[in-house]
């Protein structure tokens, strides 16, 4: 297996621009979820999803971040409009039965 | 709120040595995880403890958890320059599949 995909891995957009990061996660991972990782805050959870429902969207900053799972293969995750705040390396990771997360590279996402 | 806070935040010891880095946490847990960071890249899952479990081994890596202090170490033996990286514990707190990630604690290990 490939491992989880993210795309793009580098993403440079002016403040006010949509921003649209993408996941692949391993076959038959039902988990998905997504990430931001920042030096001041840490690794924060977003949102995660079970069976491509989300179950826990408390983690989403404001009303500017959507994410949706269309399938057991794909996830988005939406920033509109994008604020330099929003610059952060973005991690979407995905877990079967067991509980360990496999995570993807990353979309390291600059605004400026 | 963090769950997890690592300590210490920076660790820096010579290739052979062991590493040692605690995690302590708030909250009742079912299991906590250890992850490993590379530099500019994902984190990859290293060991999982059940709460019921006080110690386990991988390799060259041993983990403790005493749920009584809510704290749980990490030791790497012989260590290596490839053991160069940022370590996090994770913590269910009660949901098994969401965990909090900690603070992580940076490690280099010099050649």
């Known amino acids: 297996d490939a491992g989880v995909i993210q795309s793009p891995r580098h993403e440079v957009t002016e403040m006010g621009q949509e921003v649209t990061l993408r996941c692949k996660p391993i076959s038959g991972h039902d988990y998905l979820f997504w990430y931001r990782q920042t030096m001041m805050r840490g690794l924060e959870l977003l949102i995660y999803?079970?069976?491509?429902?989300?179950?826990?969207d408390s983690g989403m900053p404001e009303d500017r971040f959507s994410a949706k799972m269309p399938n057991a293969s794909f996830s988005t995750l939406k920033i509109q409009p994008s604020e330099p705040r929003d610059s952060a390396v973005y991690f979407c990771?995905?877990?079967?039965?067991?509980?360990?997360?496999?995570f993807g590279p990353g979309t390291r996402l600059t605004v400026t | 709120s963090q769950q997890g806070e690592e300590d210490p935040q920076a660790l820096s010891i010579q290739e052979g040595e062991n590493a040692t880095m605690n995690c302590s946490y708030k909250t009742s847990i079912n299991n906590l995880q250890w992850y490993r960071q590379n530099s500019g890249r994902g984190l990859v899952h290293l060991i999982l403890?059940?709460?019921?479990?006080r110690e386990k081994h991988s390799g060259r890596l041993r983990v403790t958890l005493d749920t009584s202090k809510k704290s749980s170490s990490l030791l790497i033996t012989a260590s290596r320059a490839a053991d160069t990286a940022s370590y996090f514990c994770a913590t269910d707190a009660g949901g098994y599949q969401k965990v909090t990630f900690g603070t992580g604690t940076k490690l280099q290990v010099i050649p």
């Open positions: 990771a995905s877990s079967g039965e067991l509980y360990e997360q496999y």
């Open positions: 999803f079970n069976n491509n429902v989300p179950i826990d």
């Open positions: 403890i059940r709460s019921n479990e």
